[in-house]
């Protein structure tokens, strides 16, 4: 990944009526150092970030993403983001991202300082990866035990099982476990067996002419592209519901994607082993309606 753009900036207040927010950017060299070596986003993961898919200079979904940093910062108690100092603050970013081809944009929003006043915020610009292959091809999933019950969430809010959290060291754990075991990426599996999402996507199966993603209540991260491809089926008149979906019935599925907003959709070719079959035809469909500009 090549980093283009770096910009610092001083979090306003949510109430914070200016429409200008300019003076509280600062450019800063990718390249170099720009946080305290007592940040509590790399001491402690204590912070929250989106990554937003840039296609030709426009940044994809953004109110989407906007709303949720919003929504994580609640449940993990930290100021509530100005999001038209935010919503500025990626204009600026992505004049900055590829303006021809795909790019990713991310969000940074941390605790600060270790007993500091105030967040620390930031945002960066960057080439993305090349998903030709798996948006072709296909990817390998193995399930993975969460550890957590499907319950966990809603009794232990505590634990930020709906939020999007820096502390990320389990799932890039889960996909590494998942490549030792001859898979490409990890689907989570609650311990009571119900199927909850990728590390970094959300699930998205097809069972004849339906579409159907976990529901949220199991405590998994609401994904803005499932959201905005759910829409996209619904106008095409198809049936796209959210629904609690049990392991056993992974097997009943007539294809499978992993969606998110930089990867977009991959569709599933294996699930623990068992083939899938991939819908070429489906999976470039959705991957064109994904790549056009979106707000």
């Not at 949510?14 to 509280?24: G, N, Q, W, Y």
């Not at 959300?202 to 199991?218: E, N, Q, Y």
């Not at 992993?258 to 991959?266: D, K, N, Q």
């Amino acid at each position: 990944m090549t980093w283009r753009y770096a910009l610092m900036m001083v979090p306003a207040a949510a109430d914070d009526a200016r429409t200008d927010f300019a003076e509280t950017f600062t450019a800063v060299d990718p390249a170099f150092p720009a946080l305290s070596v007592g940040e509590l986003s790399t001491q402690r993961g204590d912070g929250i970030f989106e990554s937003i898919g840039v296609v030709d200079g426009h940044a994809q979904e953004a109110e989407a993403h906007l709303d949720r940093l919003a929504h994580s910062a609640r449940l993990c108690d930290l100021p509530a983001p100005n999001l038209a100092q935010w919503r500025e603050a990626v204009l600026q970013t992505a004049a900055h991202a590829p303006q021809r081809g795909e790019g990713v944009i991310k969000l940074i929003l941390s605790r600060g300082v270790e007993h500091g006043p105030t967040p620390t915020a930031w945002l960066t610009a960057a080439d993305a990866p090349d998903f030709t292959a798996p948006r072709e091809n296909g990817v390998r999933l193995v399930t993975l035990d969460r550890g957590l019950d499907s319950g966990a969430a809603a009794r232990a809010p505590w634990l930020l099982l709906g939020a999007k959290t820096l502390s990320y060291a389990v799932n890039m754990a889960a996909i590494r476990e998942a490549k030792r075991r001859g898979a490409d990426d990890a689907l989570f599996v609650s311990s009571d067996g119900i199927v909850l999402e990728a590390p970094t996507a959300s699930l998205i199966l097809r069972f004849g002419d339906r579409f159907v993603t976990p529901a949220h209540d199991g405590g998994i991260l609401p994904g803005t592209t499932q959201l905005s491809l759910f829409e996209h089926l619904e106008v095409l008149g198809h049936q796209a519901t959210y629904e609690t979906i049990p392991h056993a019935r992974l097997a009943a599925a007539d294809a499978a994607w992993l969606v998110s907003s930089v990867r977009l959709a991959a569709p599933v070719s294996a699930i623990d082993g068992m083939p899938l079959s991939v819908d070429r035809e489906l999976s470039a469909s959705f991957n064109r309606y994904l790549l056009s500009p979106r707000d």
